[in-house]
């Protein structure tokens, strides 16, 4: 980091944070600060929306995600016009002509103030550990990549959000967003240029197309119903739809993007707007992880990019065998040199298969690796992150961009973390005041909820710096914010449904469906995480919003209208056929 990048950074970042407090000013009643005084065009609400899911996770783990496992990765988004269609044509309708703040507040006028409750706690729990991650994911790989003190990061980043955001709330939020999603949608661009630019002369674009498909970074689309292919065109389809059904519909930190519309038809527009750009702007993302894989295949790559990781393995007593890989790997990449000159020239399928058989080879290098970094790691009793998916694209950054640019993408990559959590901080403030702390108390003014929004922001904002502090890396963290929601958004997901097309479902049914439903979920988790049933995570949203369905359908049988009872026979029918695909694809 040189003295250019710093002012980039800086300057980017104070500018943002300035700007969003400055014109959110004079937030002094709860309209304002809770829904922005209903002022929001289409195109606010549909980068705001974009911003809220875009989290410095994606644009940190999206492009390794690319580099190691390719293209596939964007089937998981598949469900997503689809989910916008059906929220823009039922749930943005009914939430505006109910003018309500928070999406939980429906459930009380369908159902009862305990099933409100409920849903609003299940939603506390997952968006406020989410929000912590969505700190910690920049913090510990600039911490690591950086050398910067990591506590110290997660304060930053913490701090800087809950300025502007208790300042301004949602009003602060939408006007920040905009030009963070200016700024990331810049620095990605550039980036992704400047990586092609640095292919070599007779590299064009398409033959580094080629080159990614011979090792398989190409293969977009999967159309088995393989349980053990986690993203396939059907996971994204029905879990991908019904996992953004629910976080579109009814999570709060993205519902409170949209009822700050001015109207109904900007409400719809933005997340129409949202749902076209949304899959070629993750498809973009990739296409630059898999175009830093290109790069790798003609500049040495680490045997890991967590410097940290190589670190501490190479001050153990597996530094000669991690040396050893090192050796092997820079044999294999000089071959594959050759081997890749004579593909440019003769694209022929020999050529193909010999750069994938290596690419394969170097690939069981890098796991041997990440062996020894673990073994390493526990001899010293250290928690090093072997698995360096995330660590990709932000060793690209620091290693080959130009002095300036460094600066702005590690601002793009900041603004990400900033934007995301300051929606997730007033969606939890605003879910706090309206659905618990306003429901449960004597009637207050004006003034004082404002007064309580900015507390419970402020205090949303600790727990999110202190879950933080204290987070652990999972294997990959895009899928780690996607693992929580799933355990919580298809239960979240089927009370909805119940609201809107079960009229005859009665509270203390649902209510008990969901408790039911949501330990069922977690114990489906849990025996995948033991490797007991085979049940990719993405497929959590669509068995947890069945089983809230049917078993609140169960429960109040004898209410159930004769047309209804083919319906919840169906159902059943469904949840036991996936059953049996779970079973039949479970290692015995």
């Not at 009793?381 to 060793?395: A, G, P, Q, R, T």
């Not at 469904?574 to 039949?584: E, G, H, K, T």
Request: proline residues 2%; hydrophobic residues 50%; charged residues 15%.
């Amino acid at each position: 980091m040189q003295m250019l990048d710093w002012i980039v950074l800086i300057s980017t970042l104070l500018l943002i944070v300035i700007y969003g407090t400055y014109q959110s000013r004079g937030s002094k009643n709860v309209q304002d600060y809770l829904k922005g005084g209903n002022t929001s065009k289409w195109w606010t609400i549909g980068l705001s929306v974009m911003a809220t899911q875009a989290s410095a996770i994606t644009f940190l783990s999206t492009p390794g995600q690319a580099f190691n496992d390719g293209m596939g990765f964007v089937q998981f988004y598949f469900g997503l016009p689809i989910a916008m269609v059906v929220i823009c044509m039922v749930f943005i309708p009914l939430y505006h002509r109910l003018k309500v703040y928070t999406a939980y507040e429906f459930l009380e006028n369908r159902f009862d103030l305990k099933t409100r409750t409920l849903t609003a706690i299940l939603f506390l729990i997952q968006r406020g550990l989410a929000a912590g991650i969505t700190i910690f994911a920049p913090a510990i790989i600039l911490s690591a990549v950086l050398g910067w003190n990591l506590l110290l990061l997660n304060i930053i980043i913490g701090v800087l959000v809950i300025i502007y955001t208790v300042s301004g709330g949602t009003k602060a939020v939408n006007v920040t967003q905009k030009h963070q999603m200016i700024v990331i949608f810049t620095g990605m661009i550039i980036a992704f240029f400047l990586i092609i630019n640095k292919l070599p002369d007779n590299v064009t674009f398409s033959k580094a197309l080629d080159i990614a498909g011979a090792s398989g970074k190409m293969e977009v689309l999967d159309f088995s119903f393989d349980l053990n292919n986690r993203y396939t065109v059907w996971s994204g389809i029905i879990g991908g739809t019904f996992l953004m059904l629910s976080y579109f519909g009814t999570d709060q930190s993205q519902v409170q993007r949209y009822l700050s519309g001015k109207s109904l038809k900007e409400m719809q527009i933005g997340m129409i707007f949202n749902g076209l750009l949304k899959v070629p702007m993750q498809f973009f993302i990739l296409c630059i992880g898999v175009m830093v894989f290109v790069f790798y295949q003609f500049n040495q790559a680490p045997v890991n990019f967590n410097p940290t990781a190589t670190d501490v393995v190479l001050d153990s007593k597996y530094a000669q065998d991690y040396k050893d890989i090192q050796d092997q790997q820079q044999r294999n990449f000089d071959k594959k040199k050759e081997i890749i000159a004579n593909f440019i020239t003769n694209s022929n399928p020999e050529a193909a298969q010999s750069i994938a058989t290596l690419n394969t080879d170097n690939d069981k290098l890098r796991a041997d690796a990440r062996q020894l970094i673990d073994r390493a790691g526990e001899s010293k009793n250290l928690k090093v992150e072997s698995n360096d998916k995330d660590y990709v694209f932000i060793h690209f950054i620091l290693h080959n961009l130009p002095r300036g640019l460094i600066g702005l993408l590690l601002a793009v990559i900041l603004s990400a973390a900033m934007s995301s959590t300051s929606s997730e901080l007033n969606a939890l403030a605003s879910t706090t005041v309206m659905d618990l702390y306003k429901r449960n108390t004597s009637e207050k003014s004006d003034t004082d909820m404002v007064k309580a929004s900015r507390w419970f922001t402020l205090a949303w904002g600790v727990v999110a710096i202190g879950v933080a502090c204290v987070a652990n890396l999972a294997e990959n963290l895009i899928q780690l914010v996607n693992i929580i929601g799933s355990i919580f958004y298809g239960n979240v997901l089927g009370i909805f449904l119940l609201a809107f097309f079960f009229k005859f479902v009665k509270a203390n049914a649902v209510f008990t469906s969901a408790l039911i439903t949501q330990v069922l979920v977690i114990t489906l988790f849990l025996l995948n995480q033991y490797e007991l049933i085979n049940l990719p995570f993405l497929w959590l949203n669509f068995v947890g919003c069945f089983l809230a369905i049917i078993i609140a359908m169960l429960i109040d049988f004898d209410k159930i209208p004769p047309k209804y009872k083919t319906v919840l026979v169906g159902l059943i029918a469904i949840l036991l056929y996936f059953a049996y695909l779970i079973l039949n694809n479970t290692p015995s």
